[in-house]
């Protein structure tokens, strides 16, 4: 029982099925489980300056970060699906405009950090 949605978790090796209340299925595939933008973001990560350590950190951080922020959106979506929203709006207009908003956040935090580094270590020189 999750946000008054009796819930069966059906997992298979390539999509998990959430069947709530009878009249909704959702299906989540590997598409919805934000593996491009993880990957996006721990290449870039990885050829950024930083020492193998920060690396490490900051890409286990970002996964930690990322799919926090993934299962949010998702239980949005199944929310408002269940609300009676349609699925044009919960999947096509808020889920992409929720993914974009933590995608500029994120890449904010990238920057800001890499600045830091570049600072830290010019300041050594």
């Not at 993880?38 to 900051?58: D, G, H």
């Amino acid at each position: 029982h999750f946000l008054g949605i009796n819930a069966i978790i059906i997992s298979s090796e390539h999509v998990v099925l959430i069947v709530a209340e009878s009249q909704y299925i959702f299906r989540i595939t590997k598409s919805c489980a934000a593996l491009e933008g993880i990957l996006f973001i721990t290449c870039l990560t990885a050829v950024s300056p930083l020492s193998l350590r920060e690396k490490i950190k900051l890409i286990a951080f970002l996964i930690m970060a990322i799919h926090i922020a993934n299962t949010i959106r998702l239980t949005i979506m199944i929310f408002l699906i269940t609300k009676n929203t349609s699925f044009f709006w919960a999947h096509d207009v808020i889920s992409p405009l929720y993914s974009t908003a933590v995608f500029i956040l994120i890449g904010f935090y990238l920057t800001t950090t890499f600045i830091k580094f570049y600072n830290q270590k010019r300041k050594k020189l």
